[in-house]
T-cell receptor, first 113, second 116 residues
Framework: GAGVSQTPSNKVTEKGKYVELRCDPI?????LYWYRQSLGQGPEFLIY????????DSGLPNDRFFAVRPEGSVSTLKIQRTERGDSAVYLC???????????FGPGTRLLVL | AQKVTQAQTEISVVEKEDVTLDCVYE???????LFWYKQPPSGELVFLIR??????QNEISGRYSWNFQKSTSSFNFTITASQVVDSAVYFC?????????????FGAGTILRVKS
């Protein structure tokens, strides 16, 4: 079956702009996670959705970051007023519920100039 | 707070050598999960194994084996007879074992280079 997909694969933007990153989880997976991976580091947790609700957003670095999952499937991570420090790979993962193994997408590489 | 340490930043081996990647973790939870993921040059994290804290049996899958020791809080990963295709970044990770929302805490990763 199809795995987790993320679009775009690469995004280049200018400082101060708004960006949206999309994640399409594995069909039927109710749990969805966003992580951020900076160069040379392990992924860091941002936010977790169980169904449509953000059950844990403790990893979002500040209020410029926001994520939605309105129908319990596709999720969008939104970053306002981007800064150069936001440059990273943004990874999405899904699992059948909240307890099982997470399966990752290929990531979106964001570069803020 | 949970923490995962992968002290080996980079390891280089010659094909067919055995190699062990170290992972040490910290947690106050009595029940937790440990994971290994592989990140090849393509960038996608590939799941390798999940281990419950109650299960200390070592596991073998083909050329891969894992040694879990609660006494030393370690979950080491050994590749036997390494191959060039094993070249990747390997991440050890830890999560709580809650009913929902088991967010992963990753180590910094170990870069494995296998030379022919």
């Amino acid at each position: 079956g199809a795995g987790v997909s993320q679009t775009p694969s690469n995004k280049v933007t200018e400082k101060g702009k708004y960006v949206e990153l999309r994640c399409d989880p594995i069909s039927g997976h109710t749990a969805l996670y966003w992580y951020r991976q900076s160069l040379g580091q392990g992924p860091e947790f941002l936010i977790y959705f169980q169904g449509t609700g953000a059950a844990d957003d403790s990893g979002l670095p500040n209020d410029r970051f926001f994520a939605v999952r309105p129908e319990g499937s596709v999720s969008t991570l939104k970053i306002q007023r981007t800064e150069r420090g936001d440059s990273a790979v943004y990874l999405c993962a899904s699992s059948p519920s909240g307890r099982e193994t997470q399966y990752f997408g290929p990531g979106t590489r964001l570069l803020v100039l | 707070a949970q923490k995962v340490t992968q002290a080996q930043t980079e390891i280089s081996v010659v094909e067919k050598e055995d190699v062990t990647l170290d992972c040490v973790y910290e947690t106050r939870d009595t029940t937790y999960y440990l994971f290994w993921y592989k990140q090849p040059p393509s960038g996608e994290l590939v799941f390798l194994i999940r281990r419950n804290s109650f299960d200390e049996q070592n596991e073998i899958s083909g050329r891969y084996s894992w040694n879990f020791q609660k006494s030393t809080s370690s979950f080491n990963f050994t590749i036997t007879a390494s191959q060039v295709v094993d070249s990747a970044v390997y991440f050890c990770a830890l999560s709580e074992a809650r009913e929902y929302g088991n967010k992963l805490v990753f180590g910094a990763g170990t870069i494995l280079r296998v030379k022919s």
